[in-house]
């Protein structure tokens, strides 16, 4: 997973989505364990997503597929980026959320078609085959949606220079839709499940749900949102900022993150004696700006 070598990698274009619920008066956010196997954060929990392909850029067989116009995509997902790269990161998050979790974001756009459901029951049934997205809509088959005015943007992250594999990743919030299910898809994804942000961090801290560093992160982001509509309202302005780059300082057994908000970002870390232990740990909802790699687990430590 690290690169300690050569030219730092070229970020690829990718796009993950945070999948939101209230349920029993709490919000939680769906989280999918990566397989073992993954050379991105093998065995760690994660929201859907994956890197923009080329066909996500291609406006020809999206045309009467989509609820906005280009203009409109540009206005909702854009503010910093152009329309083209807005809709190629949109269709690229709606894509991989069905990939790995198995939901659609989008509707029925004519009532005597598919339902959703039924759509998505395809999905879990068979294996989707590479281009599937472009095959399916360019048949017509379904008939279907997709809703990019479900899409709201949260942050923007790049991958650290040392890590094998890099993305300059959109992370956007998007609500789960009604009478759908979310089934991890077997292959990139073994796991599954809902959990409030607060307890997925108490899990994180004693292992039973190993998290990545960005998940980390974002769940404390979304620690103060007691309810879905204070999480809405919230996205009625929020802006995208400026790109999130954090350093990843590799040590002789474990690494650091340390985030681009830490006052000595750029200081010297004593790499065969960094001062960690458990007692560096922090508890959950204490501000933190690194994230201490030991023992297979990301956690955040003070300094």
Not at 120 to 137: D, F, I, S, V, Y
Not at 263 to 289: M, W
Request: a negative charge; one cysteine or more.
């Amino acid at each position: 997973m690290i690169e300690t070598s050569g030219t730092p990698k070229t970020p690829r274009p990718a796009s993950t989505v945070i999948l939101v619920r209230e349920d029993q008066g709490e919000v939680q956010v769906y989280l999918l364990q990566r397989s073992e196997k993954s050379g991105f954060f093998p065995g760690n929990y994660v929201f859907p997503g994956g890197a923009v392909h080329s066909g996500d850029r291609d406006p020809l067989f999206l045309e009467g597929h989509l609820d906005l116009t280009l203009d409109e995509i540009s206005q909702r997902l854009g503010n910093g980026i152009n329309a083209e790269d807005a809709l190629a990161y949109g269709i690229s998050a709606i894509r991989e959320t069905f990939e790995e979790a198995g939901v659609l974001l989008g509707h029925a756009g004519e009532p005597d078609h598919d339902t959703i459901m039924e759509v998505c029951n395809r999905r879990t049934a068979n294996n989707l085959p590479k281009g599937w997205l472009q095959e399916w809509l360019g048949n017509d088959q379904s008939h279907v949606i997709l809703d990019i005015s479900a899409l709201s943007k949260w942050s923007h992250w790049i991958t650290p220079t040392l890590f094998k594999y890099r993305f300059d990743t959109r992370f956007f919030i998007a609500f789960m839709p009604p009478e759908q299910t979310c089934v991890p898809d077997s292959t990139e994804t073994v796991h599954g499940l809902w959990i409030n942000p607060e307890k997925g961090l108490t899990a994180n801290l004693n292992g039973d749900v190993p998290l990545s560093p960005p998940t980390v992160v974002t769940l404390h982001e979304l620690l103060p949102f007691k309810t879905v509509g204070d999480l809405k309202k919230t996205l009625e302005t929020r802006l995208w900022g400026e790109p999130l780059l954090p350093r990843l300082v590799p040590f002789r057994e474990g690494a650091m993150i340390i985030q681009p908000w830490d006052t000595r970002y750029d200081e010297e870390i004593d790499r065969d004696n960094p001062g960690l232990d458990e007692a560096s740990v922090l508890p959950v909802g204490v501000p933190f700006s690194r994230i201490w790699f030991h023992k297979g687990l990301w956690r955040p430590v003070r300094y």
